[in-house]
């Protein structure tokens, strides 16, 4: 007790009660928010909505409006994606704007590269549309993006495993090889056992002679050198 | 409850002449009216992206006009020494922390007033239905205006006008991103960093309580009690910001 409150011992009770009572009223306040916290999040995972589409434009004709913010507004829609696939997959949706959403990301920034490989992976499996997934591909191939090479492999593994063509499965992986940044010498021996697979073993065989030749790392002939040896011998 | 009321007056008399509010007001409008072109771009149908974007511009409403006005309104007391006449008569400073926030209130309910008004007359143009439960989104992001007014006047009573706004700013987003922290929730894993995440989640308001818009978009209807109960919430973090504020006020070396 300081000497003001020795003083005025009555104003200091009545400051220490008031002071005792603001706490007070205070910790019932958090109370009733944390238990009001509680209650709305539960009434609200009962009645969860999915993500509004009100801002996802039709088609790309929106573009002379956005007044040269495209791409801008092509990273907003690419949140907007995947903030919806997140949704639709915990939900157990059936993913029905998704397509649409990546396809009009790529076509308001071409340039914008995870959504092709978003469309690569996921789009012919969540969606299952391969085809579109394929349009999406090779705007992307046909587009600026780094590590095209990426894009060419899985159009590649679309072709093999949704539309059993092998050949095309192989052509695409060959043109992955060809792209800068590519691990040459790994994909070579998918194409080579796709050629294979695809019934064209002489194909295959000079896709990876060309790479023997072509090739200046003594790592990348190695294993193209072992490639061609297992494939004297299934011959 | 008079020296209240009196400061009340006073403060909506102030800023019912602020410029900044019929600039905001004038945006709005002009953003709702915009809507019914935006609207035909949309995959959705034409009501539902009005009724998406006219709440949606309410809530952005909201918030301009508690950073614009509301973070400024103590300090510029302080700042031009006009507070002291108020706090040398027999009026407690948490009665004028108190009186400030029900004037601006008052404001900013007449212009969510007119907001609405305009928003309900556009949608009905187009052939929209005046639901329930659009009022009912109508009144929570009424709430949640209150809700950013009373943090901004506690920020402005630590700080200044400037970082005050910075602080509402940041408020009002990440109380809307505290919703995105019950999902890291589940998947929270160590021994400290769940609990973290715990109080961070209730420390923060949760500003998408108030958010409802998903609901009246998909039809997805809401219990009343849910309606009531954010309406509680809200009004209660409204009272711990306002008590607050009060309390740093009473400490204030003005």
């Known amino acids: 007790m300081n000497n003001t409150a020795r003083a005025f011992p009555g104003a200091y009770a009545r400051t220490r009660v008031a002071t005792g009572l603001t706490a007070l009223g205070l910790l019932v306040i958090c109370l009733l928010i944390f238990g009001a916290q509680n209650r709305l999040t539960n009434i609200r995972s009962k009645h969860r909505a999915p993500p509004s589409m009100a801002f996802v434009p039709q088609s790309d004709k929106i573009k002379p409006y956005l007044l040269g913010f495209h791409t801008a507004y092509a990273d907003y829609l690419w949140i907007r994606t995947t903030l919806y696939f997140g949704s639709e997959y915990l939900s157990g949706g059936q993913f029905k704007w998704l397509v649409h959403m990546v396809d009009l990301v790529t076509r308001l ?13 996921m789009i012919p499996d969540v969606c299952n549309d391969p085809e579109a997934a394929k349009v999406i591909l090779a705007r992307g191939i046909s587009s600026g993006v780094t590590n095209k090479w990426k894009l060419w492999f899985y159009l590649g593994m679309i072709y093999y495993r949704y539309d059993d063509d092998k050949k095309e499965a192989a052509d695409c992986l060959e043109r992955a090889v060809e792209q800068p940044g590519a691990p040459g010498f790994r994909l070579a021996g998918i194409a080579a056992a796709m050629f294979r697979k695809a019934g064209a073993p002489q194909e295959g065989r000079e896709f990876l002679e060309f790479i023997y030749a072509t090739s200046e790392n003594p790592e990348v002939k190695r294993y ?7 494939y004297e011998l299934n011959e | 409850m008079s020296a209240v009321y009196e400061i009340g007056v006073n403060t909506f008399k102030e800023t019912i002449r602020n410029n900044v509010l019929y600039i905001v007001l004038f945006f709005v409008v002009m953003l709702i009216m915009l809507s019914v072109f935006v609207a035909d771009w949309s995959v959705f149908a034409r009501i539902q992206v009005m009724e998406d974007f006219g709440l949606a511009t309410m809530s952005i ?3 301009l006009l508690a950073v614009f006005i509301g973070v400024g309104m103590l300090g510029r007391e302080i700042g031009q020494k006009t507070v002291y006449h108020v706090v040398t008569k027999p009026v407690s400073r948490a009665q004028f922390v108190c009186g400030k926030y029900a004037g601006l209130l008052t404001t900013l309910l007449l212009t969510y007033l007119a907001m609405s008004a305009v928003f309900l007359c556009t949608l009905v143009y187009l052939g929209g239905t005046i639901r329930l439960s659009l009022l009912g989104a109508m009144l929570l992001i009424w ?22 706004s910075f602080f509402s700013l940041g408020f009002y987003i990440a109380g809307h991103l505290n919703d995105l922290l019950s999902i890291k929730l589940v998947a929270a894993k160590g021994s400290l960093y769940p609990y973290l995440l715990k109080a961070i989640y209730y420390v923060l308001p949760n500003l998408e309580h108030f958010n409802v818009r ?20 809200g009004i209660l973090y409204a009272t711990l910001f306002l008590s607050l504020a009060c309390l740093m006020f009473e400490k204030k070396d003005l």
């Open chain 1, 224 to 230: 193209v050198q072992g490639k061609l040896k297992a």
């Open chain 2, 214 to 233: 998903d609901n009246i978009i998909y039809g997805i209807g809401l219990p009343a009690t849910y309606y009531a109960l954010a309406f509680g919430y």
């Open chain 1, 109 to 121: 920034n071409p340039d914008f590269y995870p959504a092709y490989e978003f469309a690569g992976l």
């Open chain 2, 143 to 164: 709430t949640e205006m209150a809700v950013v007014i009373s943090a901004s006047i506690f920020f402005s009573t630590i700080t200044t006008s400037m970082l005050g």
């Open chain 2, 61 to 63: 409403a909201g918030l």
